[in-house]
């Protein structure tokens, strides 16, 4: 993935339920059964040749995801972030501490799954960037026998989501063939790589239900422009878009969408003076319309954020009270409050003393979402007076303006972790606080923060005080989409951390 077409900040600080599959022509005329039908049926997923199918070296998108059938997380999550046991049998909290069980469970090669391969994972995990990040708190983890304890830094009531990095078997991932390239590692998901690499086959020692398939080709795919072609052709019988670089590629067929953990935002450079004022905050978060600009910017690819947690994670939606469309009536009262009563002749609002409320708005003119939803932004807040000025720079540009702090406001996307940690957003000196300031303006919430990450409070509390303080204004979190022909049949629960459960259902 290009980081550099990524919108603002991916931080590094971010599936499918089917009753049945059709059957296939011949084998029914032949009085084939269905479900032997659906075993014979063919479906086609894209690959890279020149990629690895190693979950911790693959560049790829789509050999990574591809990676979800060679290899079992200990948990994996649901498309609303609750977790799926895999090949964790359980899951215990105690404080710092948290002891995960393993399944009696066994690789491909019918060896047993152990705490020290997953001990093993981890270490390979915590070192790769889609990873590291959200296992940045963890101090240690040791492993007796199919028992893996890992002690963090924080008490994290929500750790457990961040267990889902592929298991592969210990050592595994050194082992090479008689010509000294190195082979794929052994895994415990539900299929296992052929070995000219052109086919998937049917994992017969998987720990669960096996998969209705048994065997799927693979179609080389060595670049985005052939991804895209097979993609919009139907070459492929699946395709999943992240839409993370503004655009997403199309394929005919059905959809499905998938809930991702990726805030879109305005951030506040919040030394500025008007700005600090909370009530401008409030006036500019109540004009904005997040549903026209999910469904317009994004191409309904997004969903109105009405907190600053995804309003798909369970624990947070009765507690997250953002209005999604616009409320101008809110907004003109806060900015009357505090004197901002006059408008010049250009529809913008000012106080007595002759301040407007003018400001520029930094966005990362690469991404195409971003362009059209700063002009949607621009376009609501002048409805109470408020003028924008869009400051369209190149990614690098972007990126080294927000360094500087030289911004009034800014959009960007970032990635939570899937433990929902916020600190790196509105925290000062989080990797992605670019307007925080490390004052007293900020230090209620900063204590919030902390006492949640030492079990003094609760993920309610943040909400509260994210929403009281808004020293960021969300707007939408973005979903991904995926693409599947007819030979998938009613495609109805999927995730990110899953995208094939279907392959079972």
């Given at each position: 993935?290009n980081?550099?077409?990524?919108?603002a900040l991916?931080?590094a600080?971010l599936?499918?339920?089917m009753t049945g599959?059709k059957?296939?022509?011949?084998?029914a005329?032949?009085?084939?059964?269905s479900e032997?039908?659906?075993a014979?049926t063919?479906?086609?997923?894209?690959?890279c040749?020149?990629?690895?199918?190693?979950p911790?070296?693959?560049?790829t998108?789509?050999?990574?995801?591809l990676?979800?059938?060679l290899?079992?997380?200990?948990i994996?999550l649901?498309?609303?972030?609750s977790?799926?046991?895999?090949l964790?049998q359980?899951?215990?909290?105690n404080g710092?501490?948290?002891?995960v069980?393993?399944?009696?469970?066994v690789?491909?090669d019918n060896?047993?799954i152990?705490?020290d391969?997953?001990?093993?994972?981890?270490n390979?995990?915590?070192n790769?960037?889609n990873?590291r990040s959200?296992?940045k708190d963890?101090?240690?983890?040791t492993a007796d026998?199919?028992t893996v304890?890992?002690?963090?830094?924080?008490?994290?009531?929500?750790f457990?989501?961040?267990l889902?990095?592929?298991?592969?078997?210990?050592?595994?991932d050194n082992?090479r063939?008689?010509?000294s390239?190195?082979l794929t590692?052994?895994?415990?998901?539900?299929?296992i790589?052929?070995?000219?690499?052109?086919s998937l086959i049917?994992n017969?020692?998987?720990?669960d239900?096996l998969?209705?398939?048994?065997s799927?080709?693979l179609?080389?795919a060595?670049?985005?422009?052939?991804?895209?072609?097979y993609a919009?052709?139907g070459?492929?019988?699946?395709?999943?878009?992240?839409a993370?670089?503004?655009?997403?590629?199309r394929?005919d067929?059905?959809?499905?969408?998938i809930n991702?953990?990726?805030l879109c935002y305005?951030?506040i450079?919040?030394?500025n003076?008007?700005?600090?004022?909370?009530k401008?905050?409030y006036?500019i978060s109540a004009a904005l319309n997040r549903?026209?600009?999910?469904?317009?910017?994004f191409y309904?690819?997004?969903v109105?954020?009405?907190g600053p947690?995804s309003p798909f994670?369970k624990e947070?939606?009765?507690y997250?009270?953002?209005e999604?469309s616009?409320?101008?009536k809110?907004?003109i009262?806060?900015?009357e409050q505090i004197?901002?009563?006059?408008?010049?002749?250009?529809?913008?609002?000012k106080n007595i003393h002759?301040?407007?409320?003018?400001?520029?708005?930094?966005?990362?003119k690469?991404n195409?979402?971003h362009?059209?939803?700063?002009?949607?932004?621009k376009?609501?807040l002048?409805?109470?007076?408020?003028?924008?000025?869009?400051?369209?720079?190149?990614?690098?540009?972007?990126?080294a303006?927000?360094?500087?702090k030289?911004?009034v406001?800014?959009?960007a996307?970032?990635?939570?972790n899937?433990?929902?940690?916020?600190?790196p957003?509105v925290?000062?000196?989080?990797?992605?606080a670019y307007?925080?300031?490390?004052d007293?303006s900020?230090?209620s919430?900063?204590?919030?923060v902390?006492?949640?990450?030492s079990?003094?409070?609760v993920?309610t509390d943040?909400i509260?005080?994210?929403?009281?303080q808004?020293?960021?204004i969300p707007?939408?979190?973005c979903?991904?989409?995926i693409?599947y022909?007819e030979?998938?049949?009613r495609?109805?629960?999927?995730?990110a951390?899953?995208?094939?459960?279907?392959i079972?259902n």
């Open positions: 993935m980081a550099r077409k990524i919108v991916l931080l600080v599936l499918f339920c599959c059957n296939d022509p011949g084998s005329q032949n009085g084939t059964n032997n039908a659906t014979n063919v479906i086609t997923l894209l690959y040749s020149n990629d690895t199918f190693n911790y070296t693959v560049k998108k789509i050999n990574f995801e990676c979800q059938l290899f079992d997380p200990l994996s649901d498309n609303n972030f977790p799926i046991y895999k964790a359980s899951a215990v909290q710092n501490t948290w002891t069980t393993i399944k009696n469970a690789f491909s060896s047993s152990k705490g391969d997953v001990v093993y994972s981890f390979l995990a915590k790769h960037s990873f959200a296992l963890v101090k240690s983890v026998g199919n304890t890992f002690t963090l830094n924080i008490n994290d009531p929500y457990i989501n961040l889902n990095f592929p298991i592969i078997k210990s050592g595994s082992i063939n008689e010509d390239v190195l590692p052994i895994g415990a998901g539900r299929y790589l052929d070995e000219n690499q052109t049917k017969d020692k998987y720990y239900k998969p209705k398939y048994n799927i080709a179609l080389n060595p670049n985005s422009e052939s991804v895209s072609h919009s052709v070459a492929t019988d699946f395709y999943y878009s992240n993370t670089e503004g655009q997403i590629f394929m067929g059905k959809k499905f969408s991702q953990n990726r305005l951030g450079n919040m030394s003076p008007i700005l600090s004022n909370v401008v905050r006036a549903s026209n600009i999910a469904s317009t910017a309904g690819n997004a109105a954020a009405n947690f994670f947070t939606e009765s997250q009270t953002i999604s616009d409320n101008n809110i907004a009262e806060n900015l004197g901002y009563n006059i408008i010049d002749n250009g529809g913008t609002r002759g301040t407007p409320l003018s400001f520029s708005l930094l966005i990362n690469e195409s979402s362009a059209l939803a700063a002009e949607l932004i376009a609501q002048s409805n109470v007076g408020i003028k924008i000025n869009i400051t369209a720079l190149n990614y690098n540009d972007y990126v303006a927000l360094n500087k030289s911004f406001l800014y959009l996307e970032v990635k939570l899937n433990n929902f940690d916020i600190s957003l925290v000062a000196g989080g990797s992605c307007g925080i300031a490390d007293e900020n230090k919430l900063t204590d919030i902390n006492k949640y990450k079990g003094q409070a993920i943040v509260t005080s994210v929403g009281s808004m020293p960021i707007i939408c979190y979903s991904g989409m693409f022909s030979k998938i049949d495609l109805n629960n999927a995730s951390d899953d995208l094939y459960m279907f079972q």
